[in-house]
């Protein structure tokens, strides 16, 4: 069973000027004459993490994570409270990554991405196809209506009803009908006593049901009031204007990959991104390799993703 390869540090680091008043952070480590590869981070909102990295063997690979607008260490933080997120979406962040790549002198990367990461990889290599190389896709999720109604809305409730109700706690009785739309109205009211216990609310929710067992260290880190605030008002801001995608395009556009190297890696016990998604996807896309994980829920720390993660990695690397 292949583990995260060790612990490396970028060789280069910097912000990237994208536009509307926007300022990406990006890093590049491994081999600077290695293949380039991107990994795109979830959410949206979560940020990249330096465990990132070690899905690609640092002696065969340049690689390329970045924080996507808003979020981690790209400016201005969605915490703040002037945040404007009209210029933070998916369609933006897709010209960012093209923005990046010129910026990096890179003709062609294999992008990888899971979650919210695998959307956006999607939407990139459905937009750009001649600039991807492989896809590595893993946790998928589409922000069809069904896959944002199955974990906000009350689907997952029937899997976590303990959690669940820490959830809808900050909501208003009478408005637990519209999840969503409720949260979206807490989390841009200006006042820091109504908008960070529901931002910490909504990022425990999800920090808490992503692992097939609860990580502290994750919920620890979720639940910081300033990641919790930028996180939670990204991830309502995507979900209220349904990803800026038509309901099901990302599947429905699928064939414009088929000439792409693919793997897509899901967990059956997945909570988060149930694996009806990832089916419809392998459905639509049959060139893909789909790997269904027996034993796994929806983290790429889980054993068996990062196994399949890391083993389409290396043989992408060849």
Request: overall charge negative; glycine content about 8%.
């Amino acid at each position: 069973m292949r583990d995260f390869y060790p612990e490396l540090e970028p060789f280069e680091s910097g912000l990237l000027e994208v536009g509307d008043g926007q300022q990406i952070h990006y890093e590049v480590s491994g081999n600077p004459d290695g293949k380039p590869a991107v990994y795109l981070h979830g959410g949206p909102g979560a940020g990249s993490s330096p465990d990132q990295r070690r899905v690609f063997d640092p002696a065969e690979y340049r690689i390329v994570l970045f924080d996507q607008r808003g979020c981690g260490r790209s400016l201005p933080h969605a915490s703040a409270p002037e945040a404007d997120l009209s210029a933070v979406t998916t369609w933006h962040i897709v010209a960012d990554i093209e923005a990046l790549r010129s910026h990096l002198g890179i003709d062609t990367w294999l992008v990888c991405g899971g979650s919210w990461g695998s959307a956006l990889a999607l939407a990139y290599a459905e937009k750009h196809p001649e600039r991807v190389s492989e896809l590595v896709l893993r946790g998928i999720f589409t922000l069809r209506h069904s896959e944002v109604d199955w974990f906000y809305e009350g689907g997952a409730a029937h899997v976590y009803p303990d959690l669940w109700e820490g959830f809808v706690e900050p909501v208003p009785e009478d408005q637990r009908d519209r999840l969503v739309e409720a949260y979206s109205r807490l989390l841009n009211n200006p006042d820091p006593a109504v908008h960070v216990p529901a931002a910490k609310a909504w990022s425990r929710w999800e920090s808490s049901t992503v692992t097939l067992l609860q990580d502290a260290a994750m919920i620890a880190q979720f639940t910081e009031d300033a990641f919790a605030v930028a996180f939670a008002r990204i991830e309502n801001h995507f979900f209220m204007n349904d990803g800026w995608f038509g309901d099901g395009q990302l599947i429905a556009e699928a064939a414009r990959l088929k000439d792409i190297p693919s793997v897509i890696v899901q967990g059956r016990y997945d909570m988060c991104t149930p694996a009806t998604t990832a089916w419809d996807l392998h459905r639509a896309w049959p060139e893909a390799e789909f790997r269904m994980i027996a034993d796994a829920g929806h983290s790429l720390k889980e054993p068996g993703i990062l196994d399949a993660v890391i083993e389409a990695t290396d043989r992408f690397a060849r």
